[in-house]
């Protein structure tokens, strides 16, 4: 098991170090690249096909593992997530409408829990509720699953934050399934690695080898992670009953989804309550407030990524504390809110002379270390694999 794991990252990593540099040539060629607008924080035309990228690493990554342990039963992922990139392919080359992007992502989810059979049909004991009937399942996957999705797609803000998080949430998953015995899902979360780590490497260091994920890139994550989170919760994803029970599978999934489910939840009802549409883009995510505290791309990225790791960290430190599967939630939703809302809110109320906010500028400037020194070292390096 362990050579099927470290083959799916090693064929996905080197699978996506070689097609990269061709995809870049073609989007500049075609002119399939992100223009910078008063939105956005890019100043020149960025290539927009790193989600290809992405998607070809992890099938040859799973597909070498192939050869050694059965992955049919990934096929039902990979079909969705076929679909999913070639939606936001469209997205990034013609533009989609909000709303019909929104309507073919519950159109595919609902299909896909119609094919698989798995759905979040188990509280695992959170609020002393376990099996839940499918009436209440179906609705909830799809509203949980089409939700990641776009909290996926609405992080990818800065250099290498989608990337670097997305890496986060499949290693801790991944560690799950390998302890729970759902070996095609650590497979599937070990190639997500492989296939993302080349990418976050040329989109953070890169200069003339970068491109962003696109909304191929995000929207194909958002059905794997949200894939991840439905196996850890489903009955029928045949977990082994051995796992301690006192630790809160519910928490603990929020958890690694806390910063991009938290902040997209934030920025939508604060849309709604000016008056505007939920899916109306502005700059009031939480990797705009680090890049205004002058942070530089890379930092807030770390930044945040550090945020969620720590959220991750409170639900473990919990459990092995002993706190029951309500308080891991409690801590989860806690944290989570002081580190979205909470650090937003009070970093755009406090007075420019705080300590606070100075103590930010001083931490935003020290991440400033950009094509200097080894950076620089390590953006020839990349710009020339």
């Not at 070639?86 to 309507?103: Q, T």
């Not at 109306?280 to 807030?300: C, N, Q, V, W, Y």
């Not at 770390?302 to 790791?309: G, R």
Request: hydrophobic share 50%; with cysteine.
């Amino acid at each position: 098991m362990n050579t099927s794991v470290i083959l799916a990252f090693a064929a996905s990593l080197i699978a996506t170090f070689a097609v990269h540099p061709y995809l870049v040539r073609i989007a500049l060629a075609k002119n399939i690249v992100d223009n910078p607008d008063a939105r956005k924080l890019q100043k020149r035309p960025i290539p927009v096909l790193g989600g290809a990228a992405i998607f070809l690493g992890i099938i040859i990554g799973t597909g070498v593992s192939g050869l050694h342990i059965d992955c049919s039963s990934l096929m039902i992922i990979i079909s969705a997530m076929v679909v999913m990139l070639y939606i936001g392919m469209i997205d990034d080359i013609l533009g989609l409408s909000p709303m019909l992007r929104f309507v073919l992502e519950i159109l595919l989810v609902c299909l896909l829990i119609g094919y698989s059979g798995l759905s979040i049909d188990n509280f695992h004991g959170l609020l002393h509720i376990n099996s839940i009937p499918m009436w209440v399942a179906f609705p909830l996957t799809v509203i949980a699953t089409v939700g990641i999705i776009n909290s996926i797609n609405l992080i990818d803000g800065v250099d290498g934050l989608s990337s670097g998080y997305c890496m986060l949430a499949c290693s801790v998953f991944g560690y799950y399934f390998g302890l729970s015995g759902q070996h095609d899902m650590l497979i599937l979360a070990s190639a997500s690695v492989g296939s993302m780590l080349p990418f976050f490497l040329h989109n953070v260091f890169g200069q003339s080898s970068k491109m962003f994920i696109g909304d191929g890139g995000t929207l194909t994550m958002g059905i794997v992670l949200s894939t991840f989170v439905v196996h850890t919760l489903s009955d029928a994803s045949n977990a082994p009953t051995s796992l301690d029970p006192s630790f809160g599978l519910i928490p603990f999934s929020l958890a690694v989804m806390s910063i991009p489910v938290f902040d997209t939840l934030r920025v939508m009802l604060a849309r709604i309550m000016r008056g505007t549409s939920p899916f109306h883009p502005d700059k009031t995510h939480l990797h705009h407030l680090f890049i205004e505290m002058r942070f530089s791309h890379a930092g807030a990225a770390v930044s945040i990524i550090f945020l969620n790791a720590m959220v991750i960290a409170a639900q473990l430190l919990t459990w092995k504390l002993g706190g029951s599967i309500n308080m891991q939630m409690l801590v989860v939703v806690v944290v989570s809110l002081l580190c979205t809302i909470g650090l937003y809110y009070t970093m755009h109320h406090i007075s420019e002379k705080n300590i606070l906010k100075r103590a930010m500028y001083r931490i935003g400037l020290a991440t400033r270390f950009e094509r200097k020194g080894v950076f620089s070292l390590l953006q020839h390096l990349v710009d020339k694999l």
